[in-house]
């Protein structure tokens, strides 16, 4: 099937009791068994939610995998991927990550007995040179909030020479723009809450596996753990997804423009979207991907002029997330790279005067004439 067909029809089958095309919501805590050791494959709502599964198996016909699942959140995602590494294993980290992946690795998995190393990924060959030996290897790309491009394919190859695990965090493209799994990689993580649900009114992340093994590893913590997707934001999701084919060609389309306004205002002194063709990663990005996405990240040199911009929009909402069907615009410093310090952020370009949107689907002029009033005002 097509990928918009397996948008909307992927996991899900018209209810058996009633017909209902839409998947329904599955609201229960338990289910009643017909006898001991007798039941028709549910038992209790953690461990097995039929909403929830119709998501799963959706994502991973998405995203080309075995299988899926879905936890509360993308931190609570990534969080279960990490539980495939050992203490005492080593991870490597593509060193421009969101702010809340990099506090997982510096405060809590370091106080499990898991290392972390963080590198630039965008460069293949010099990790594979510096990083020496690890259990996993875990990137972006494109990096929030900086745009760098990584070659997953390369990087696939650095990791299996180590027999390690390949993660990438797909959260800014979808599956709609690039699949990690088909370039080589063994798990794809999103925030569902992002591009995938595409409104802005769930929270909730999933695990994409390629084997079986992994498989079997995920399903295992997902009940164990306990930090599961509710029915009713499993449903969100599979709402979301029945337009992700619809929505991010506009989301798409918004962005270069927005992108190439932003490139010519005076005022901004860089603009980080790997659709123009001096962008480092351009020509990777053409590769490994379908399209460039609507996130963007551009300079405006010191935090004053950055408040002044992102005091005066209206339209462009200022907001934490991305991936909604209105424009988000934020300030990675103060927010979703706040727990970096100043030096950490100094050291990677993340300055006071960056700020990252979110283009959304709303009329192009109209986006563009609320950032121009707001450059007006700088």
Known sequence: ???????????????????????????????????????????????????????????AALEGGTDAYCFASGMAATQAV??????????????????????????????????????????????????????????????????????????AEVARKRRAILAVDNTFLSPFLQRPLALGADVVVHSTTKFLNGHSDSVGGVAVVRSAAHADALRFYQNAAGAILSPFDAWLVLRGTKTLALRMPRHEENGRTVAEFLRAQKKVRKVYWPGFPDHPGHELQRRQASGFGSMITFDLGEREAARRLLDTVR??????????????????????????????????????????????CEDAEDILADLQRALDAV
């Open 1 to 59: 099937m097509g990928f918009a067909t397996d948008c909307i029809h992927a996991g899900q089958e018209p209810d058996p009791a009633t017909g209902a095309i839409i998947t329904p919501i599955f609201q229960t805590s338990t289910y009643v068994q017909e006898g001991l050791g007798r039941h028709k494959g549910y038992e209790y709502a953690r461990t097995q939610n039929p909403t929830r599964r119709a998501l799963e198996k959706n994502l």
């Open 82 to 155: 990490l539980a495939l590494v050992e203490a005492g294993q080593r991870v490597v980290v593509s060193d421009n990550v969101y702010g809340g992946t990099h506090r997982l690795f510096t405060k809590v998995l370091s106080r499990c007995g898991i290392a972390s190393s963080f590198l630039d990924a965008s460069d293949a060959r010099a990790l594979d040179a510096e990083a020496g030996e690890f259990a996993m290897l875990w990137i972006e790309t494109p990096t929030n909030p900086l745009m760098k491009i990584c070659d997953i394919a390369a990087l």
């Open 315 to 360: 339209l462009c909402s200022l907001a934490e997330s991305l991936g909604g069907i209105e424009t988000l615009i934020s300030h990675p410093a103060t927010m979703t790279h706040a727990g970096y310090t100043q030096a950490e952020r100094d050291a990677l370009g993340i300055s006071d005067g960056l700020v990252r949107i979110s283009v959304g």
